[in-house]
């Protein structure tokens, strides 16, 4: 070190008189930091050549950003370069499952200072606690910059992080406190749970109960809504809700003689009300909400079934905080497959689902199936939020009859600043297709061409960058491939 110091004067070395592990060993060399932005880099890493050049480059377009991060992959001891993690721009529910920003990071010098750098006690997470309290100091998200470009190269072998947290059992339980002390700070009580993958579930206190009305659209098929109304009025734990069926043209005596059976058998919590019109999921779910009166509206197709009971628990959780928009969760088809776990947008020119016939339990992209994160987008096959943001957005597009008014909608949240997130942890089953036929004739098909239309004219921009997805990763399947496709 004395050596590489006498070779430019740009190496600036300091000896600690006592092993002060890497908090105090980073708040030491922070003493020494005169430049406006501090780059922390592990001593077995590497960076790429130009990383330094892209971080000004990006510094000189956004001189307001106080923080960047880059994308990342893993170098073995022969240099060879594997398991790319191509991140999302800022998602901060994302980050409070897992510290994804990680390498490169480039921070403000006056903010570090300001939060007096590294905490000692959170060894092996130290950067995790730094980046939540970093980022609490800044109001503005979009001082927060992703370049998503590959300029870190985490070293892997037997004793590192990139190898395995089995390593470093106290950075596990140095996260979970960060994590907890986070919440504290932000006022936002709750409980930090292991995932299963070495990451984190956090369930929120709820400070803010109300009831809760599940808006259902049907037209016949009794079976299928019985199943679907059988399984929540036998399994949910929350009991502060009503279901409001909204009939759009029923004709079938079975279906008259399942509204009698659970209007006698929950006079309290369930109703129907006539729809006389065309079929317009907008409409009909916009008419919904002006006759109801909750704090907070769940979405829900009729060929839905409910198969754990925390789930209205889980989603209110999420939906009573003032920052959170829609709250999605993961449908699965009868085999067990995933059918939806978050809306990317762009796939197929508007949307597709995240990680579709993955087989559940599985961990898909970096964790991503295992922990909650921000999506752009969820479906309202189950879709839950609070009345105000829906009265803040004016509710459902109607000129979106069939097609993509759940991925408007959520748009329209996000451009009133919300954010939309998807819950790994609440799962239902949803037996699609039962309800809704195919784009099968003319008529059906060029309805489908103008919703596409008004998408792409409405959200052209977002759809072809959607910031909770990696732009190098591919727009054609929902699978979270390497984007390779060529035009």
Known sequence: MEHYQTLDTRIKVIFR??????????????????????????????????ALYEVVSYLNANPATDMIYTDEDKIDAGDRR??????????PDSFLSRMYTCHLGVYRRAIVEQIGGFRVGFEGAQDYDFVLRFTEQI????????????LYHWRSHAQSTAQSLDSKDYATDAAHRAIAEALDR????????????????VRYEILKPGRVTIIIPTRDLADVLDTCLRSIFTLT???NYEVLIVDNGSVEAKTRELF?????KEPDRFRVLAYDAPFNYSKINNFAVEHSRSPYLLFLNNDTEVIDGDWMTAMLEQAQRESIGAVGVTLLYPDDTIQHAGVVLGIGGVAGHSHKTFP???GGYVAQLKTIN???????????????????????EPRLQIAFNDVDFCLKLIEQGYRNVHLPHVVLYHYESKSRGLEDTIEKQLRFKGEVDYMRDRWGEILDHDPCYSQNLTRVTEDWALGVETN
């Open 17 to 50: 008189e006592e092993n002060g592990h890497i908090s105090r060993a980073s708040n030491s060399a922070l003493e020494l930091a005169t430049g406006d932005f501090v780059a922390l880099l592990d001593h077995d890493d590497a960076i790429a050549p130009h």
């Open 82 to 91: 594997f398991d790319p993690f191509f991140k999302p721009d800022w998602c």
């Open 139 to 150: 109001a503005q998200t979009d001082r927060i910059g992703h370049i998503p470009k590959i």
């Open 186 to 201: 932000r006022h936002e009580p709750g409980q930090v749970l292991p995932s299963g993958s070495g990451h984190w579930i």
């Open 237 to 239: 734990t929350y009991d």
């Open 260 to 264: 009698d059976h659970w209007s006698s």
């Open 360 to 362: 559940h339990g599985s």
């Open 374 to 396: 921000n999506y752009s987008a969820v479906t309202a096959a189950c879709l839950m939020c609070r009345r105000e943001a829906f009265e803040a957005i004016g509710g459902f």
